[in-house]
């Protein structure tokens, strides 16, 4: 009887081979990529992915056309970290604790993806791509908190755009960013800013 010759690797095997190599080496550079912006490298260059990542900078441009799809992997991740939280139904008895518990999750969520949010919008003014999705997300921030407006509070719309501002990424940024708040202090600001916006309204 004569046995196979196992030392003989099929196309078949061979492809898949190269396959999951593939997309090791793309799971590598993104995984790279997150970690420099996470570090405080706001816009990192293809080289110093490609170094963190551990691979050659030709294989960083075979996996992305450039880095403006290296940016739209991460803000495709961006989103996903986002959207579930901006979608749970938030807590409270009234409109005005369901607020509050939105203010506290933001800043949870915020605080998660503010290096991610703040690399994505500086390039954002050289991407159609980043720019849309800037869009977007001010959009879905916009509408999540709209839904738990009472109809009074929604055609208020200075109150309305008001609260919105108090709950949006950019204050969050602000205050943490450019303030250099520590990350209680900042909740307390906009604990603060919304109390005395709600304050305009009744209670219910």
Request: glycine share 6%.
């Amino acid at each position: 009887m004569t046995l196979p010759d196992t030392t003989r690797t099929s196309p078949a095997t061979a492809s898949d081979g190269r396959r999951a190599r593939s997309r090791s080496s793309r799971a590598k550079i993104v995984a790279a990529m997150l970690d420099l912006v996470a570090n405080g490298e706001v816009s990192p260059s293809a080289a110093q992915v490609a170094e963190v990542a551990g691979v050659g900078l030709r294989s960083v441009f075979r996996h992305f056309r450039d880095m403006d799809a290296l940016y739209r992997e991460m803000a495709e991740a961006i989103e996903g970290e986002l959207l579930p939280i901006l979608m749970r139904p938030p807590e409270g008895a009234t409109w005005q604790q369901r607020l509050f518990d939105i203010a506290a999750r933001r800043a949870r969520m915020f605080e998660t993806i503010m290096p991610y949010r703040i690399s994505a919008n500086v390039r954002r003014f050289e991407s159609a791509f980043l720019m849309e999705g800037y869009r977007r997300q001010l959009r879905l921030e916009t509408e999540a908190l709209a839904a738990h407006l009472p109809p009074e509070v929604q055609d208020d719309e200075a109150g309305a755009r008001g609260l919105n501002v108090i709950l949006s990424f950019s204050t969050w940024r602000l205050l943490r960013h450019d303030q250099n708040l520590p990350p209680e202090a900042a909740a307390a600001v906009v604990r603060r800013m919304l109390g005395d916006a709600l304050a305009r309204w009744p209670q219910g």
